[in-house]
């Protein structure tokens, strides 16, 4: 059975910092790109980061860029997401995701999942 189980979610003051860990089993991700959204209160559930199965191609949403980062180690099944300088605005649950077939274009949305995680709550405090 494939589980995605993300970690590292909780309260932060703004400015603060956080480090969400993914890690799948049942089941390796190495030939698949994965990506970290997020669902923020009233709003649809939105791409975060994403990068490709090689590590050559990662994208991030706007208000993300120079702030968050996206890693991942293959060996290991896991992908990282490390949240720099964080606001209110950042407030939301953040979901592990991979894309629904190997290799492939890059994920530019939900439909182009195939496993999610439960999600992760992170709140960040004015």
């Known amino acids: 059975q494939v589980r995605l189980v993300e970690s590292g979610g909780g309260l932060v003051q703004a400015g603060g910092s956080l480090r969400l860990s993914c890690s799948a089993s049942?089941?390796?991700?190495?030939?698949?790109?994965v990506a970290w959204f997020r669902q923020r209160p009233g709003l649809e559930r939105e791409l975060v980061a994403t990068?490709?199965?090689?590590?050559?191609?990662?994208v991030y949403e706007e208000s993300v860029k120079r702030r968050f980062f996206i890693s991942r180690d293959s060996a290991k099944n896991t992908v990282t997401l490390q949240m720099n300088a964080l606001t209110p605005e950042d407030t939301a649950v953040y979901y592990c995701?991979?894309?629904?077939?190997?290799?492939?274009?890059?994920?530019?949305?939900?439909?182009?999942?195939?496993?999610w995680g439960q999600g992760t709550q992170v709140t960040v405090s004015s």
């Open positions: 995701a991979t894309a629904s077939g190997a290799y492939g274009p890059m994920i530019r949305g939900i439909g182009d999942i195939g496993f």
């Open positions: 049942g089941w390796s991700f190495r030939k698949y790109h």
């Open positions: 990068i490709s199965e090689n590590l050559k191609d990662i």
